[in-house]
C-alpha cells in the first residue's frame, strides 16, 4: 500500500532554514499530485503548497517566496525548503498524495489528498 514518511523537522532559530523530505512507496510515482500540510495545536490542517506529475506548482499566500517544493522521481521522494522561518511556521508538517490523473486541485485542500503521513515537528523560536 501507499506509505509516506516524512523527516527534516527539527527547531531553529527565526530566520533560519529547514527542508523537510517525504519517502514514497507503494505506488508509481508518475500520475500523483503530493503536497505539504501543517498543523498547529488547536488549528485546522493548513494546505502549504503542491506539485503535479508535471512539475506545476502551487503555494498558499502564506509561504509564497520562502517555501519551494520540489520532487526527485528517481527516488520516490517529495522536498520542502523553507527559508526565513518565522514562530508562526511552528506546526507538524504532513506530506500528502493524491493518485490519479497527475494533476491538482486548488484551493489546497485536505478532502483531496487519501495518503498521508505521520508527520514531523517543525519549531521555530523567536
Known amino acids: 500500500q501507499v506509505q509516506l514518511v516524512e523527516s527534516g523537522g527539527n527547531s531553529v532559530q527565526a530566520g533560519g532554514s529547514l527542508r523537510l523530505s517525504c519517502a514514497a512507496s507503494?505506488?508509481?510515482?508518475?500520475?500523483?499530485?503530493m503536497a505539504w500540510f501543517r498543523q498547529a495545536p488547536g488549528t485546522e490542517r493548513e494546505g502549504l503548497a503542491q506539485?503535479?506529475?508535471?512539475?506545476?506548482?502551487s503555494y498558499t499566500e502564506s509561504v509564497k517566496g520562502r517555501f519551494t517544493i520540489s520532487k526527485d522521481s528517481a527516488k520516490n521522494t517529495l522536498y520542502l525548503q523553507m527559508n526565513s522561518l518565522k514562530p508562526e511556521d511552528t506546526a507538524m508538517y504532513y506530506c500528502?498524495?493524491?493518485?490519479?490523473?497527475?494533476?491538482?486541485?486548488?484551493?489546497?485542500?485536505?478532502?483531496?489528498?487519501?495518503?498521508w503521513g505521520q508527520g514531523t515537528q517543525v519549531t521555530v523560536a523567536s
Open positions: 500528502a498524495a493524491d493518485i490519479g490523473d497527475g494533476f491538482c486541485s486548488w484551493p489546497i485542500s485536505r478532502r483531496g489528498f487519501g495518503h
Open positions: 507503494g505506488y508509481t510515482y508518475s500520475s500523483e499530485c
Open positions: 506539485i503535479n506529475s508535471y512539475g506545476g506548482t
